[in-house]
Every structure is written in C-alpha cells, then in structure tokens.
C-alpha cells in the first residue's frame, strides 16, 4: 500500500497541546505546489482513551465546526487523561466552500471511504483517516446536521451494529451526549461512509443531526458544545459532572420511515418536524408550477411515528427525500 501523501505538521503523540494542519499536495491552476491545509489541533496528558472528533464531513454543516473550534481554542492538557484530535473541517475544500462536497472533486467525503492513497483529494484524506487517524482512536465523534437541503430533529445517533456488546457502548456514548433526541438508527445505505469504516473497526461511534438549513442556531450550537463535553466526560478524558437533560429515545430501522417525492413542485407541508404522523396521513403536498388549475399530488405517510427530517427548500426535485419519521423507541 502506498504512504499518505498528507503529512501532520504536528506531532500527534506529543503531550500538552499542540495547533497544525494536515498537509496535502494538491498542484492546480492557481499555485503549482500548492496545498490543502486542514487544521488540527492534538491534546495529550498521559495515558488514556483517544477521542477522535470531526466536523464539517460535509461542508454546509456548522454546529460541528463551531463546537470544535471552541473546544480548540480552550482546551487544556492537564485536564485531560488521554488524548484528544480535534479536526474541526474534516472536508476542508467543501467547507471553504460551504458546499457539502469537495469544489475540487466533487467528493461527497461520507461516501469514499476506505479512500485511496492515490485517488482524488477527497478519497485522500479520506485514506488518512482510515489508515491513520481511525486506528489511534477509541472514540469517535462526527458532527453532522441536515446541511443546505435538510432540516432535522436535534438529534445524537448510532447504528444498528451486528456485535452488541459494541451496539451497547455506541449508544451509551450516545445517551451521554444528551441531545434532545436521541436515535437508534439502521442507515439506507452505509457504503462508503467514515461510520462504517470507524463501527467496523470496532470504535465507539456517534454521530448527530443538528438542525440543518444550511445554518446553526444559538440552541443548536448550545447542543453541540454540552453534547461533546459530554461525551469526552463520559469516556474519562475530562473530569466533571455531565449535564443531562430529558430525551427522548428514537428508532428508525424501517425503510418505510424514507419518503421520496414522485414529482418536482413546490412542496406544501402538512406537518412540523417533531408533530406525531399516523399511517395514512397527508405528509405534505406538491404543487405543479408548469401550469395553474391543477391538483396537488399528496404524499402519504407509510407508517405511524413522528416528523425527524424534512426537505429546506421550498421547490423539490424528482427524488428528493421530502420526509423522514421516527418511532417512540
């Protein structure tokens, strides 16, 4: 197997804290050795667990990112025992670009994984999670929301995994960060994705949906930084009292709880995100705008449970996931 071409200007096993990138080669148009920087920042004392914790996977999501950028800037080692990775721009091009993919290769970095050491940008650093970053870690954390076209539940997430003995401590970890909502979940299709490539390597795995719209809220945000608090409280990192709050527990692993729209149209919702839905109800409508005098074409739900994600913008595609409930688990 080839070597990384991304190169740590920091020592990852170095004690105390340390502020670098990920360096990685990329010549184009505009600098002919240039590169893309990704920042990270490493916190050790001693001997413990190593947290892994990720932002901006995809680049239109923001509560991640802010979270991390805060504990970065704050984070001190002799509070710690263990280590800490803070990579808070994980798709760093897509997130300059607030975009959810790679401008560069259109890499959606949720669907390119193992990666390659000598494919695009996107499936390199993908590689150098997978073969670098992931095996140093026991825990992993990777912030998500519903980016531009979504709009979610503030929610913490794990799988549906196989071995339950690992199932169990990824939805402890889950329960300890203490979103809202927190969702017991079988994905619709997990190639490709660092979720995947961290649950099959045996790593406590969470992931969150935090509100979405391509935006972050003073709530949202407040989630995300008590949530990774946590969460590294939980794994014995960092010392003190979690706080907990009421959530309500979540399980998604129906297919039926997927809703796609037929059509493109202009969508009328018949339900906020949160609102309990029986099977059979109107989800939404969507309207012809070719032409007026015509009836809507209503989506009907499948099952019985409540609104956890909905479509953001207010014109759909032929495709488009329009709606996603969630039971009372």
């Known amino acids: 197997m080839l070597k990384s071409s991304i190169t740590p200007t920091i020592n990852l096993n170095g004690e105390g804290v340390s502020h670098g990138f ?3 080669p990329h010549s184009r148009d505009d600098s002919a050795w240039g590169s ?5 920042t490493v916190a050790k004392n001693g001997v413990g667990p190593t947290a892994l914790l990720t932002g901006a996977n995809h680049g239109d999501e923001y509560e991640g990112p802010l979270a991390l950028v805060e504990l970065a800037a704050n984070i001190d080692a002799a509070a710690l025992t263990g280590r800490v990775i803070i990579i808070p721009f994980m798709n760093m091009p897509a997130f300059a ?18 990666g390659r050491p000598d494919g695009t940008v996107t499936e390199k650093i993908a590689d150098y999670f997978q073969r670098y970053l992931l095996p140093m870690a026991d825990y992993v954390l990777d912030f998500h929301s519903g980016g531009k076209t979504l709009n979610f539940l503030p929610l913490a997430a794990s799988h549906v995994l196989e071995d339950k003995e690992q199932q169990a401590r990824c939805s402890a970890a889950r329960d300890a960060f203490n979103a809202p909502f927190a969702l017991q979940m ?17 790593k406590t795995f969470v992931t969150t949906e935090l509100g979405g719209a391509g935006t972050s809220t003073p709530e949202t945000v407040a989630i995300a930084r008590k949530g990774l608090r946590n969460l590294l409280i939980h794994a014995g990192i960092m010392q003190g009292e979690m706080e907990l709050a009421p959530s309500q527990h979540l399980i998604q692993d129906d297919d039926n709880c997927f809703h796609f729209s037929p059509i493109g149209g202009m969508i009328e919702y018949t339900k906020t995100l949160g609102d309990p839905v029986k099977k059979g109800d109107v989800l939404a409508r969507i309207w ?3 032409r007026t005098g015509g009836e809507p074409l ?27 409930l969630a039971q009372k688990n």
């Open 288 to 290: 012809d705008t070719t």
């Open 22 to 24: 990920l360096r990685l």
């Open 36 to 40: 893309v920087m990704i920042p990270i």
């Open 186 to 202: 079988l994905e619709i299709d997990s190639n490709g994705m660092y979720d995947d490539a961290a649950e099959a390597m045996g």
């Open 97 to 114: 670009a607030g975009k959810r993919t790679s401008p560069i290769d259109a890499g959606n970095m949720n669907r390119v994984f193992p």
């Open 298 to 324: 209503e989506i009907y739900s499948k099952m019985d449970g409540l609104l956890a994600v909905r479509h953001t913008y207010g014109l759909i595609q032929s495709g488009d996931c329009l709606a996603v």
